[in-house]
């Protein structure tokens, strides 16, 4: 028997059953959030227009009923999302329609993805797990766009009005708006959180600068509007805890400290944060956990909160088990027939649940598969002080992640990769590569051989393009190498390269 099949039979991740349900001990369950995901994937691409869009008007139960496009656009960005976290590649027919419906009416019915805050929040996430290389400039275009719509105040609003005013993209003088109040310029921390998660996803995947006020605003904000009990409510006047935003007060505020302290071990440092710790004993991590809240939505009833409790527990780097296991094993007992979970409106439906025969779930499968496939996790990591940190481990710790590294590197143009190849000399990452060489997309397997190419001096046969049972032959040596020698790689400064002792 195969090293690797041996790993496999101990719950620890590699081959088919490593894709999402990496630290999960149990394969029965393994085997189960990768059916479910991959169900939840194929529930998503069938219900996708021809072309390329997601939800809308002709479905009234759905989560964004408003009567403006930039919002449905919003929805097909966060279907995109939720698949790209899923395995889904740029190459897949579906994102390829999703991308073209995005970039073709980002400026229709007089704004769209332009004077929207989720939907170009919702865009970002997408093109950092899609290919942030290959989609830089839009990327950027759309984090330009939140920076832009920024409040003084620290928050953010639906709408993104200086763009529909024609204001440049990052002028200092953001207009009259930042100090507005009314209207549709009420901000709430819903919008804000989900501006936050794409700025520092464009910050960590994409090289983008985030200018230090904003942060600086975003950081004053949480800490100064967090109520007696620990919480935050959905506006500043509401003065109502609630678990969801409790949860994105939680998240905004490690990424704010984290991006100010710019030093080796600001992430650790920033999950320690006094203001966290009482902010956590608020959330129901589990669907049987109680909550001080009470009857505040203190449930998991809406989608939107096991979404939230699933960027907390990878931020906060919280043991799975106290988090991700219950919630998975609840989730894939509440799929549908179809793939899709909820009944529209974000709500779980009544057990047991049955098909949906007249009403698309788009928002809620797209947060359940969020969870499920734990999407944070590419995003915890940090540039700053020369070390990337996260995603964590079960037990919650937060060391120099290859796997972190080995996302920015397979996203990471080959011209451009000798930074990270440095980060990357370890023997653990020699390890990462040779199982990586098992994944089920191509790109992967060939930045995984590239990388085993400079981490190592030995000439290896391997073509990432080739058949299954092809790469199966290939795979027996590189393998036997790994586990025969691993153990006893040196660091060679003069070839740069590992070698055999």
């Known amino acids: ?53 997601w939800g809308g008007l002709e479905d009234p139960q759905h989560f964004l009923r408003w009567n403006d496009h930039s919002q449905t656009a919003g929805m097909t960005a966060l279907c995109l999302y939720a698949l790209g976290a899923s395995g889904v590649t740029k190459e897949d027919p579906a994102a390829q329609r999703a991308l073209s419906f995005l970039f073709e009416h980002r400026d229709f019915f007089g704004g769209g993805l332009a004077c929207a805050t989720y939907a170009n929040a919702c865009l970002v996430l997408a093109l950092t797990r899609i290919d942030p290389a290959a989609y830089r400039t839009p990327l950027h275009e759309a984090a330009d766009r939140l ?17 529909r005013t024609g204001a440049p993209a990052r002028a200092e003088d953001r207009t009259a708006w930042r100090k507005g109040s009314t209207g549709l310029n009420i901000p709430d921390n819903s919008n804000t959180q989900f501006a936050v998660l794409a700025l520092w996803a464009a910050q960590e995947m994409a090289d983008y600068e985030v200018p230090r006020h904003a942060w600086e605003e975003i950081r004053k904000h949480f800490l100064k509007y967090q109520e007696k009990d620990g919480g935050w409510p959905y506006r500043k006047v509401n003065r109502v805890s609630t678990p969801t935003m409790t949860a994105a007060g939680i998240v905004s505020l490690v990424y704010a400290v984290t991006s100010l302290d710019g030093k080796d071990g600001a992430l650790p440092r920033a999950r320690k944060h006094p203001a966290l710790k009482r902010a956590l004993r608020l959330l129901p991590l589990t669907p049987e956990a109680r909550t001080p809240l009470g009857g505040r939505g203190g449930a998991w ?49 009544p057990e047991p649940q049955k098909t949906k025969e007249d009403v698309q779930t788009p928002y809620e499968t797209s947060l359940a598969l969020l969870f499920l496939t734990r999407a944070t996790r590419q995003l915890v990591t940090t540039r700053h002080g020369g070390k990337a940190e996260g995603p964590v481990t079960e037990n919650g710790a ?61 000439q290896f046969l391997f073509d990432a393009a080739a058949g299954p049972e092809e790469r199966e032959v290939m795979l027996g040596p590189i393998e036997a190498f790994w586990k025969e020698k691993g153990e006893r790689l040196v660091w060679d400064a003069e070839k740069e390269r590992f070698v055999p002792r």
């Open 398 to 458: 937060a060391p120099d992640t290859i796997e972190g590294l080995f996302d920015l590197y397979a996203a990471t143009k080959a011209e451009e990769r000798e930074a990270l190849v440095a980060k990357l000399a370890r023997k653990e990452a020699v390890g990462f590569a040779v199982a990586k060489l098992r994944d089920d997309r191509q790109p992967i397997r060939a930045a995984a051989f590239e990388l085993l190419t400079r981490l190592v001096d030995r």
């Open 301 to 349: 009833f809406d989608y939107y909160l096991v979404y939230s409790i699933e960027r907390v527990g990878t931020v906060l780097g919280l043991d799975i088990a106290t988090w991700y296991i219950p919630g998975a094993q609840w989730l894939v007992e509440r799929q549908g027939a179809d793939g899709s979970w909820g009944g529209g409106g974000g709500r779980v439906m």
């Open 147 to 163: 920076v832009m719509g920024h409040l003084s105040d620290g928050m953010w609003t639906y709408t993104l009005e200086p763009m």
């Open 1 to 53: 028997m195969r090293w690797w099949a041996l790993l496999v039979l101990c719950g620890v991740a590699a081959g088919e059953d490593d894709r999402f349900a990496k630290d999960v001990k149990n394969p029965a369950l393994q085997k189960r959030i990768n059916e479910a995901i991959d169900k939840g994937v194929a529930y998503l691409k069938s219900i996708q227009r021809p072309d390329g869009y």
